[in-house]
Structures are given as C-alpha cells and as structure tokens.
C-alpha cells in the first residue's frame, strides 16, 4: 500500500475563438430559473486536463504522463473493467510520481460545444468495433463472443468496459498535440507513456517538445511523428520504446502500424536516440491484447515496465556519471 505526498489537477493550452451573429434565445434552466442566453462573445477551447498523483516515497527521478487512446479517457489507467488496480496505481506503488492525461475534446477536457469552430461530426465506437480492433477474437466471431484462444482481455467485463467510451473528432489532431505538448511543459522532463491514437499524438507531441521526453513508451500507437518532425527533433540521449501485444499476426492494421514502427524506429536512431520495439509475448505475457492496460495480466506488465524504466533511469545515471 502506498501513501500520497500530494494530488491535484490543472488545465494547460487552449485558445480563445470569439463569435458572434447568433440570436439570444431564452432558455429554461431549471423550474425556477429563466434567462436570455447569448451564445455570442469570446470562449476558450480546446484546453487539457491533467490529474496528478506525487507518492510519499519517490524513487524515479522523473514523472510518468500517461496519455490514452482513441475514443477513452484518462480512466482507463485507474480501475480496470473488472475491478481490479489499473497501471497508475501500480506506478505509484512502484515510486512514480503520475501526471494523467484526459486529451483535448475528452472527458474532463470537454468538449468545443461553439457551433461552427469543430465542422465534423463526433465518432463513437462500437463493441463490434472494439472487438476486432482491439484484438478480443476474430470480427466474424462476435456474435458468438469466441475470442482468440489464450486472450487475456476479461470480456465478463466488456458493458463495463463500453461504459468508458466517449466520443471522438477527427479534426482535433493539431489541438490535441498543442494540449499535450502544454502538459510537456507544464511538468519538464518526464517519461511519456502513451497508447494507441494517443500513441500518434503523443509521439509526435514528444518529439516536438525539445527533448522534455527523456522516455517515450509507445503501447501499440496507432500512428507516429511525420519524418520532417523527427528530422528537427532534439531526440539524442533519449530512450523510445515499442510496445506491442499478441495475434498481431491476424490483424492487417496492426501488421501495417509494426511496419510503420520500424521505420520510425530506424529514423529515431540516426537522430541519437535509443530506439526499440518489444513484443510481451517474448517477455512472457502471452494473450496480451491491444488493451494491455486492462487485460488480467496488466498488473504484471505495468510492475516489469516500471522496474525496466527504474533500470533504464540507474544504466543512464551510470553512463554519464562515468
């Protein structure tokens, strides 16, 4: 059991649109309270929200932001669908202070509600989706909720799971990567621990924060920094780790994103940086599906990747102390 030093939360970046030509209407708000609503003026959009726990005993002299993926919020990384502990608590456990993300237009974030500034509509997963994607089972086997044999995902738990997802734009890419680059800043060098679509925001985020991310922990991202930014990017001395889970073989997207992660790999390399792709099954967590951070074993992935990060800190202190 761990004790906290401190918590807290922030809002970082944004920016300010102004509108105007919109009627006052009048609106209800509650039996008791009427009032003439004008939707015209100045309104701030587009900010992020950061949760931050600080562990009595700190043992990692830099922070973990932990960055979520597409169509989620920050709370996957706390109770998992099941009930058990998530990885910000393992984080904690192991001496990590932890700074979580819910990314802009998400969660406690919120969402641009100023008619006309987002122009596309909201996206919204399915279970259908999520079951192929995440790689749960084959998609031909939902219906018949036949998941791949050893998968480690607790779909007993999959209408808690559905409970987590909350729309998504896809015009908000630039934004989000301004929100996290703001939380960067906000709490200098860290360790980066980004999945999925926040794999691509967060990577490139990274890569644009002048070295502010000392570790980069990439869980299946979905996408990855454009060449040009790795190519201006103060990357050198920096360590960038891969991490993908298991039956990548049956899925073309994820077959297609290990590709991608090669050559990114290969660009971080000729710019300095210590680069990587792990695949757990080889560390022996078998069954890991693209939710690793929920999957039954996720307790035992997140206390291997937390002692490697601690490894990684005392063999970089060794080095430049020599």
Same mark, same amino acid.
């Given at each position: 059991?761990?004790?906290?030093?401190?918590?807290?939360?922030?809002?970082?970046?944004?920016?300010?649109?102004?509108?105007?030509?919109? $009627?006052?209407?009048?609106?209800?708000? #509650?039996?008791?309270?009427?009032?003439?609503?004008?939707?015209?003026?100045?309104?701030?959009?587009?900010? @992020?929200?950061?949760?931050?726990?600080?562990?009595?005993?700190?043992?990692?002299?830099?922070?973990?932001?932990?960055?979520?993926?597409? *169509?989620?919020?920050?709370?996957?990384?706390?109770?998992?669908?099941? *009930?058990?502990?998530?990885?910000?608590?393992?984080?904690?456990?192991?001496?990590?202070?932890?700074?979580?993300?819910?990314?802009?237009?998400?969660?406690?974030?919120?969402?641009?509600?100023?008619?006309?500034?987002? #122009?596309?509509?909201?996206?919204?997963? #399915?279970?259908?989706?999520?079951?192929?994607?995440?790689?749960?089972?084959?998609?031909?086997?939902?219906?018949?909720?036949?998941?791949?044999? *050893?998968?480690?995902?607790?779909?007993?738990?999959?209408?808690?799971?559905?409970?987590?997802?909350?729309?998504?734009?896809?015009?908000?890419?630039?934004?989000?990567?301004?929100?996290?680059?703001?939380?960067?800043?906000?709490? *200098?060098?860290?360790?980066?621990?980004?999945?999925?679509?926040?794999?691509?925001?967060?990577?490139?985020?990274?890569?644009?924060?002048?070295? @502010?991310?000392?570790?980069?922990?990439?869980? /299946?991202?979905?996408?990855?920094?454009?060449?040009?930014?790795?190519?201006?990017?103060?990357?050198?001395?920096?360590?960038?780790?891969?991490?993908?889970?298991?039956?990548? /073989?049956?899925?073309?997207?994820?077959?297609?994103? #290990?590709?991608?992660?090669?050559?990114?790999? %290969?660009?971080?390399?000729?710019?300095?940086?210590?680069? %990587?792709?792990?695949?757990? $099954?080889?560390?022996?967590?078998?069954?890991?599906?693209? &939710?690793?951070? &929920?999957?039954?074993?996720?307790?035992?992935?997140?206390?291997?990747?937390?002692?490697?990060?601690?490894?990684?800190?005392?063999?970089?202190?060794?080095?430049?102390?020599?």
């Amino acid at each position: 059991m761990y004790r906290l030093r401190d918590f807290g939360s922030f809002f970082v970046g944004g920016r300010t649109v102004a509108v105007d030509g919109h $009627p006052i209407r009048s609106l209800q708000l #509650t039996n008791e309270v009427a009032i003439d609503y004008d939707p015209n003026g100045q309104f701030l959009i587009e900010q @992020l929200y950061v949760q931050y726990f600080i562990p009595e005993a700190v043992r990692s002299k830099l922070p973990v932001i932990l960055l979520h993926g597409g *169509g989620m919020t920050g709370a996957c990384w706390e109770t998992t669908p099941d *009930g058990r502990p998530g990885w910000i608590n393992h984080l904690i456990e192991a001496g990590f202070p932890v700074y979580v993300i819910d990314m802009v237009e998400r969660g406690r974030s919120g969402f641009c509600a100023v008619p006309g500034v987002w #122009t596309d509509d909201p996206i919204v997963r #399915t279970a259908r989706e999520a079951w192929g994607l995440f790689r749960f089972g084959r998609p031909e086997d939902f219906d018949a909720g036949e998941p791949y044999p *050893g998968q480690k995902f607790p779909l007993d738990a999959m209408a808690a799971f559905q409970r987590q997802f909350v729309p998504r734009w896809l015009s908000t890419f630039d934004a989000q990567v301004a929100g996290v680059q703001a939380a960067i800043e906000q709490v *200098g060098p860290c360790i980066l621990i980004c999945h999925s679509q926040g794999g691509h925001v967060g990577t490139t985020a990274a890569v644009r924060s002048n070295g @502010l991310v000392r570790q980069c922990v990439g869980l /299946e991202p979905s996408g990855f920094p454009d060449p040009e930014d790795i190519t201006r990017a103060s990357v050198a001395d920096t360590e960038w780790c891969f991490l993908l889970g298991d039956f990548i /073989e049956h899925s073309s997207t994820w077959t297609a994103v #290990t590709v991608a992660m090669r050559k990114t790999i %290969s660009q971080l390399q000729k710019k300095g940086a210590t680069a %990587s792709m792990i695949r757990l $099954p080889d560390e022996g967590f078998t069954g890991t599906t693209h &939710m690793m951070m &929920m999957d039954t074993h996720s307790g035992d992935i997140a206390d291997w990747l937390g002692a490697r990060l601690l490894d990684r800190q005392a063999e970089l202190k060794g080095a430049n102390d020599a």
